[in-house]
């Protein structure tokens, strides 16, 4: 039995999800997003780290699913998110948690069944495979998704 957490990582607005791998059985435990409205960005990063340091100290996952960090147009907000990825990394390496990282065409054409599908599409696909009653909000819904990827690719 594994422990998964999901991160989609962002320096506003970091989603996660945590679920479990009982053999072939995907259970969902909890997710939600880690927001950080203050301008200061080292203490947006700060609040990241630490926040996912109480969600692995809390529910005890055996792997971190990331997504990757891919280049956007704008420089700044690609680097901006490579931080906050950064400080889920660290805070997951010293907890001592295995960390793969996911494309996030991998994990459309994984849970979505199409490299190119839409938000929507991945947020009801999420629902559907863990049996959930309501559509999760985006970024926690992306972190899910992270997760049920790497449940799907790595874990047996």
Same mark, same amino acid.
């Given at each position: 039995m594994? #422990?998964?957490?999901?991160?989609d990582p ?7 999800g945590?679920i /479990? ?6 259970? @969902? ?6 927001e950080?409205?203050i301008?200061?960005?080292? &203490?947006?990063?700060?609040?990241? @780290?630490?926040? #996912?340091?109480d969600i692995? +100290?809390?529910f ?10 891919f280049?956007a147009?704008n420089? +700044? ?6 931080y906050a990825?950064s400080a889920?990394?660290i805070?997951?390496?010293?907890h001592?948690?295995?960390?793969f990282?996911?494309? +996030?065409t /991998?994990?459309?054409?994984?849970v ?7 938000k929507?599409?991945i %947020?009801? &696909?999420?629902?559907?495979i ?7 909000? %985006?970024d926690?819904?992306d ?5 049920i ?5 790595i874990? +047996?």
């Open positions: 594994s #422990i998964i957490l999901g991160i962002g320096s506003r607005i970091t989603g996660y945590l /479990k791998k009982n053999k072939d059985k995907l259970i @969902y435990i909890n997710s939600g997003c880690i950080t409205k301008k200061d960005f080292p &203490m947006r990063l700060k609040i990241i @780290y630490s926040k #996912i340091s692995i +100290n809390t005890k996952p055996t792997d971190c699913a990331i997504e990757k960090v280049i147009r420089i +700044n907000s690609a680097l901006k998110l490579s990825s889920v990394i805070s997951a390496i010293n001592n948690l295995s960390i990282e996911y494309s +996030n /991998k994990i459309k054409l994984v979505g069944g199409i490299g190119i599908a839409k929507i599409h %947020q009801n &696909m999420v629902r559907i863990l049996h959930l009653s309501d559509i999760p909000n %985006q926690a819904a972190a899910l998704a992270v997760a990827t790497h449940s799907r690719i874990i +047996n």
